[in-house]
């Protein structure tokens, strides 16, 4: 157990408090595990931090990246709907909340914090009747683990109201303060020297979640020749397990390729507008820090992507574009009217200013922190 720092805000029963995270495989999981991770750490310096992951998420590289131990276990299968073999814990799901049950003594966890998804599950399984559980729910629509989750949970935090969780309490979702603090227009410059871009150009950034998005990449790369000659650059995340061949146009602003953007930060700092997917935590970070966008929602699922946008379309600083409809023409049609025209970049926004819940890291850290008797 990690010693306590000198001066830091001690426990009534003058316990260092370790907190579990189980936030694994996408980014938009992990991401608001790590922010709050990051929160209980500011509150308590003291604490002890570990994330539940499985050996193919991403958190392999992003926790360890953040400075977290990582603890793995079995991933645990998650059919749409509750099911007779879930309820009675099949071969698989036990093993995998035996091992999860293990760590959680091994550790000493005082609190469990789950996001949803195939590593919270069995972590909410392992903890019920043992240790405090706090959900997180990121999208209206819950998933099956964190429908089982707050069955037994202590407390459950929601982003948005009207998500149908019992005792849900709306926090919004946990973001890296490097986003929620971002100054933009200080670290423009910075941020198009750390990509290649133009310094001057009206940039685009492109992205279709941590793994890409096909139609994403083939809509933007495809407008490649109309928004070089209307001087737009681009920053594009294609996904790791994707390329991306874009013609080159000497003399226009540079259209960048990169597989994955380590430094979201600089990312926006260095966009005029945003082309993306638009699940809850991106959707968020977008809005936090200002940015114009369009958002392409993920056509699969029960249609939560489009629910997340709907706030930002609403307040007049995104646009919606269905997947389908997504092709280098409207590419063309749409974006490149809008990046070249300062006065309603600026107009879109202003109008994101405000929206969500800034504090969402510190708010959600409180109850976690509560919750395990901190």
Same mark, same amino acid.
Request: hydrophobic share 45%; aromatic share 4%.
């Given at each position: 157990?990690?010693?306590?720092? %000198?001066?830091?805000?001690?426990?009534?029963?003058?316990?260092?408090? +370790? !907190?579990?995270?189980a936030g694994g495989g996408t980014a938009g999981h992990i991401e608001p595990a790590l922010a709050l991770a990051d929160a209980?750490?500011?509150?308590?310096?003291?604490?002890?931090?570990?994330?539940?992951?499985?050996?193919?998420?991403?958190?392999?590289?992003?926790?360890?990246?953040?400075?977290?131990?990582?603890?793995?276990?079995?991933?645990?299968?998650?059919?749409? %709907?509750?099911?007779? @073999?879930?309820?009675?814990?099949?071969? %698989?799901?036990?093993?995998?909340?035996?091992?999860?049950?293990?760590?959680?003594?091994?550790?000493g966890a005082d609190v469990v914090v789950g996001f949803g998804g195939y590593v919270a599950l069995p972590a909410y399984l392992?903890?019920?009747?043992?240790?405090?559980? !706090? #959900? &997180? @729910?990121?999208?209206?629509?819950?998933?099956?683990?964190?429908? +089982?989750?707050?069955?037994?949970?202590?407390?459950?935090?929601?982003?948005?109201?009207?998500?149908?969780?019992?005792?849900?309490?709306?926090?919004?979702?946990?973001?890296?303060?490097?986003?929620?603090?971002?100054?933009?227009?200080?670290?423009?410059?910075?941020?198009?020297?750390?990509?290649?871009?133009?310094?001057?150009?009206?940039?685009?950034?492109?992205?279709?979640?941590?793994?890409?998005?096909?139609?994403?990449?083939?809509?933007?790369?495809?407008?490649? %020749?109309?928004?070089?000659?209307?001087? !737009?650059?681009?920053?594009?995340? &294609?996904?790791p397990k994707n390329t991306l061949v874009v013609q080159e146009f000497p003399g226009k602003p540079a259209y960048v390729p990169?597989?994955?953007?380590?430094?979201?930060?600089?990312?926006?700092?260095?966009?005029?507008?945003?082309?993306?997917?638009?699940?809850?935590?991106?959707?968020?970070? #977008?809005?936090? #820090?200002?940015?114009?966008?369009?958002?392409?929602?993920?056509? &699969?699922?029960?249609?939560?992507?489009?629910?997340?946008?709907?706030?930002?379309?609403?307040?007049?600083?995104?646009?919606?574009?269905?997947?389908?409809?997504?092709?280098?023409?409207?590419?063309?049609?749409?974006?490149?009217?809008?990046?070249?025209?300062?006065?309603?970049?600026?107009?879109?926004?202003?109008?994101?200013?405000?929206?969500? &819940?800034?504090?969402?890291? @510190?708010?959600?850290?409180?109850?976690?922190? @509560?919750?395990?008797?901190?």
């Amino acid at each position: 157990m990690s010693n306590p720092v %000198k001066g830091a805000e001690r426990s009534p029963s003058g316990k260092v408090p +370790v !907190v579990v995270v189980a936030g694994g495989g996408t980014a938009g999981h992990i991401e608001p595990a790590l922010a709050l991770a990051d929160a209980v750490m500011r509150l308590r310096p003291d604490a002890k931090v570990i994330a539940l992951g499985t050996e193919r998420g991403l958190e392999n590289k992003l926790v360890p990246a953040r400075g977290y131990p990582l603890e793995l276990i079995p991933p645990v299968p998650l059919p749409r %709907k509750p099911t007779p @073999e879930l309820l009675r814990l099949p071969l %698989k799901v036990r093993d995998s909340v035996r091992q999860t049950r293990e760590v959680l003594a091994r550790v000493g966890a005082d609190v469990v914090v789950g996001f949803g998804g195939y590593v919270a599950l069995p972590a909410y399984l392992a903890a019920r009747g043992r240790t405090p559980i !706090v #959900v &997180h @729910e990121a999208n209206q629509s819950p998933g099956l683990a964190n429908k +089982v989750g707050a069955r037994f949970a202590a407390r459950v935090a929601v982003a948005v109201p009207g998500t149908p969780l019992p005792k849900a309490e709306v926090v919004g979702i946990p973001l890296r303060r490097s986003i929620t603090s971002l100054d933009r227009a200080a670290l423009r410059a910075e941020a198009r020297k750390f990509f290649d871009l133009d310094p001057d150009a009206p940039t685009l950034l492109v992205f279709g979640g941590s793994q890409g998005a096909q139609s994403i990449n083939s809509a933007v790369s495809g407008a490649a %020749k109309e928004l070089a000659e209307a001087g !737009v650059g681009v920053l594009h995340a &294609h996904g790791p397990k994707n390329t991306l061949v874009v013609q080159e146009f000497p003399g226009k602003p540079a259209y960048v390729p990169v597989p994955y953007l380590e430094r979201m930060d600089l990312a926006y700092a260095a966009a005029d507008v945003v082309l993306c997917r638009s699940g809850a935590m991106t959707a968020a970070e #977008v809005s936090a #820090v200002g940015l114009p966008a369009v958002f392409v929602p993920l056509p &699969h699922g029960n249609g939560e992507q489009a629910t997340n946008a709907r706030p930002a379309v609403d307040a007049g600083a995104a646009f919606l574009v269905p997947d389908a409809e997504l092709t280098p023409a409207k590419v063309a049609e749409l974006v490149v009217p809008l990046i070249t025209d300062p006065e309603r970049v600026t107009k879109m926004s202003e109008a994101a200013v405000g929206m969500g &819940h800034r504090e969402a890291d @510190e708010t959600l850290a409180k109850i976690v922190l @509560e919750a395990a008797g901190a």
